[in-house]
């Protein structure tokens, strides 16, 4: 059973910070999706990371995926307030073409 | 293109009621998926299909029923709701995965309180 672990589950930062959301996952996977999600709104795709050592950037937002680590990360640079909003990663399960949700990364970044 | 729709937005059904939440893609689209999200949790699979005529289980399915008579249409029934099934209902669908193509597209969600 594929388990994914967020950390940290809330962060709060200044705008302006560098900051890094990580993505555990507990089996193999080499697919992975990272979502935004603002309050009382639905999932907005953020980025598909297809394969091992995958890199792809989106104005501040980086994201890059290890899969003999299992792990991903999210990397925020010179946060603004815009970015405030609910991030989930979500590995996908290959022969079910199912994803597997994290528990999300509440961010907050202050004026 | 509407992408993903789901009727209702809104809905609140007293215990043992039965109800039934329609999702809708119009982007020809084989695999489709009902979630529900409850605070402070991320998203968690009740159901799916990989295709039309099919269904399977994911991760938390009791209590819940599904069909999908046409590709376009992924219905999720309550047939005794339960104050535990108070949620926000998301579906989602996929295309078969082609190259670097394989984006999952959500719906806008349905609240559900169970009273």
């Known amino acids: 059973e594929l388990k994914v672990e967020q950390n940290p589950l809330f962060l709060s930062m200044q705008e302006g910070k560098n900051y890094t959301i990580y993505c555990n996952y507990s089996?193999?996977?080499?697919?992975l999706y990272w979502y935004r999600q603002d309050p009382g709104k639905s999932l907005e795709s953020l980025f598909v990371?297809?394969?091992?050592?995958a890199v792809k950037q989106e104005g501040r937002l980086m994201a890059s995926l290890d899969t003999k680590a299992r792990l991903s990360t999210l990397h925020i640079t010179a946060a603004v307030h815009d970015l405030s909003a609910t991030y989930f990663c979500?590995?996908?399960?290959?022969?079910?073409?199912?994803?597997?949700f994290g528990q999300g990364t509440r961010l907050t970044i202050n004026p | 293109n509407a992408g993903v729709t789901q009727t209702p937005k809104f809905r609140v059904l007293k215990t043992g009621q039965s109800m039934t939440l329609l999702c809708a893609q119009d982007?020809?689209?084989?695999?489709m998926y009902w979630y529900r999200q409850d605070p402070g949790m991320g998203l968690r699979l009740i159901h799916y299909?990989?295709?039309?005529?099919?269904?399977a289980k994911g991760e938390v399915p009791d209590g819940y029923n599904v069909s999908r008579l046409k590709k376009q249409n992924f219905l999720l029934g309550l047939e005794s709701a339960a104050p535990s099934q108070t949620s926000v209902y998301f579906c989602?669908?996929?295309?078969?995965?082609?190259?670097?193509?394989?984006?999952?597209?959500f719906g806008p969600g349905t609240r559900l309180t169970v009273l």
């Open positions: 989602a669908s996929k295309p078969i995965p082609s190259g670097s193509y394989n984006e999952q597209f």
């Open positions: 979500a590995p996908l399960i290959q022969g079910a073409q199912k994803l597997v």
């Open positions: 982007m020809n689209h084989e695999y």
């Open positions: 089996t193999t996977s080499d697919r």
């Open positions: 990371l297809l394969s091992n050592g």
């Open positions: 299909s990989v295709g039309e005529g099919t269904t």
